[in-house]
């Protein structure tokens, strides 16, 4: 044993070839093959997508007694000698000295057997479907995702900031904000007054740090933040969540080209971080999940993205001759089926589209010389469509005031906002990345449900 219960993880265990070691291990049984004198459990302690064999032989003082009722869920501590294995997909198995069970499961109850579940039954056990190999698989590459993601910005200089959750400035409307209050109700009248409300004043879930990451860029330079976010949309589609993790990199000093350089480098930086690190479970949902995963990141990891303008992007999909569920027009927001018809059928790799219409864009975003549309730039993935957005910033302080107007916001709400540009000022940029489109796009999932541990969608809310 490493330490008190503490147990090697089953992953360095089967990369071991020295015969005769001792160890303990611990995890949970997933099968029990019976054979002469002797039972073959498979046992799985979460840290890989193999599992490790087990021989018990029946000279065990509890072979009878416990060993023979294992089934499928049971957990076990298993002290035993390392020997080479004979059998095929592994070099090495336990001959046990020592079994002990520690929890039971009973096999007519259990729900997970050995079969393949559907994803949507397995949405129904939300607090036991980590223990199936696909789900057990996204849990380890979103785990790599997240290291690398820190990795990346860590190396580049970049200064993590936690921005809040609980915000009273949205930088994306108030209509999309959870509402945060602990205020009741007048007597009589049905109406909660400002002066009962917690924070003093109209609160809410927040749906992006940008707007305080954008603080402390014009403090630090080069800073991030990643954390949960909130949206109050009644949109219950395979690619939206009630409660989802952004990852927010807010620049100094830097203009829309900068912005959409760092984006690349991230992505392509994440994508070949996991599929070094996590190749068993890359090549699991390369052939059981989506075929042809690891040659489409490769295309990502290896190719220069493609640029367009978002009016190139309009005259194009205007002159392709396909017929979209949505009419294209200029100055409508692109949507799913025209950035993905976009990135896989005519680019046919990862696709930034800059310089969309002002009217259709947050207030925020500078304004171009044309004076129609902003510097902003959306990146494009096959499979997944828009997977990156960010702008280059306002920092002009009279057209930030005008454009706050023009939206319906009242200057005096953001009157900490409009002072970063009234002290100190300066270009800055900054994007956004919804961590599960990312996990999404790595594991191939169909559903973004399937990415997050336990997901919060319209009238869902396990756990």
């Not at 089967?14 to 002469?36: F, I, N």
């Not at 090495?92 to 020592?98: P, T, Y």
């Not at 994803?119 to 939300?126: C, S």
Request: hydrophobic share 40%; net charge negative.
């Amino acid at each position: 044993m490493t330490g008190e219960n503490m147990h090697p993880r089953i992953n360095s265990v089967l990369q071991r070839q020295t015969a005769g070691e001792k160890v303990e291990v611990a995890g949970w049984v997933r099968t029990r093959r019976d054979t002469g004198g002797f039972s073959f459990l498979e046992v799985n302690d979460g840290s890989c997508l193999a599992n490790l064999q087990i021989i018990a032989d029946k000279t065990l003082e509890n072979y009878e007694q416990d060993v023979k009722r294992l089934t499928t869920g049971c957990s076990v501590r298993v002290e035993g000698t390392l020997q080479k294995s004979p059998a095929k997909g592994q070099a090495v198995e336990l001959l046990a000295s020592r079994i002990e069970v520690v929890g039971w499961a009973d096999p007519e109850q259990y729900p997970l057997q050995k079969k393949r579940h559907s994803f949507e039954f397995l949405r129904e056990i939300t607090h036991l479907r980590p223990r199936t190999n696909a789900l057990g698989a996204v849990a380890r590459v979103r785990s790599r995702l997240s290291f690398a993601v820190h990795s990346f910005f860590q190396q580049k200089g970049f200064i993590q900031v936690h921005t809040p959750i609980i915000t009273t400035s949205d930088c994306e409307g108030a209509g999309e904000m959870f509402q945060v209050t602990t205020a009741r109700p007048h007597a009589g009248t049905g109406k909660g007054g400002l002066e009962e409300e917690f924070f003093g004043r109209r609160a809410g879930l927040t749906v992006s740090g940008q707007l305080q990451a954008e603080v402390y860029a014009l403090a630090l330079g080069n800073v991030y933040t990643f954390g949960p976010t909130f949206r109050a949309e009644n949109s219950n589609t395979s690619r939206h969540l009630a409660e989802f993790w952004m990852i927010e990199p807010e620049m100094a000093f830097c203009d829309l080209h900068g912005n959409m350089r760092i984006a690349e480098e991230m992505l392509k930086y994440c994508l070949r971080d996991v599929m070094l690190n996590c190749p068993e479970d890359m090549d699991l949902f390369d052939r059981f999940i989506e075929k042809g995963l690891l040659a489409k990141l490769r295309n990502v990891t290896d190719l220069d993205f493609a640029h367009i303008t978002y009016s190139e992007a309009v005259e194009t999909l205007l002159s392709c001759g396909k017929t979209f569920e949505f009419a294209v027009q200029w100055g409508i927001d692109l949507q799913s089926e025209h950035e993905r018809y976009l990135s896989e059928e005519v680019y046919k790799r990862p696709l930034i589209v800059t310089d969309y219409p002002a009217a259709i864009k947050p207030f925020y975003m500078r304004v171009n010389d044309d004076g129609r549309t902003v510097a902003a730039m959306d990146i494009l993935v096959p499979g997944v469509g828009e997977i990156v957005g960010g702008s280059q910033r306002e920092e002009r302080y009279d057209v930030l005031e005008s454009r706050m107007r023009a939206a319906g916001i009242d200057p005096a709400e953001y009157g900490w906002y409009l002072d970063l540009r009234r002290y100190g000022s300066a270009p800055h940029a900054g994007f956004g990345l919804g961590f599960e489109r990312l996990v999404q796009f790595v594991t191939g999932m169909a559903n973004i449900r399937e990415v997050i541990p336990f997901p919060r969608t319209p009238g869902f809310a396990p756990c």
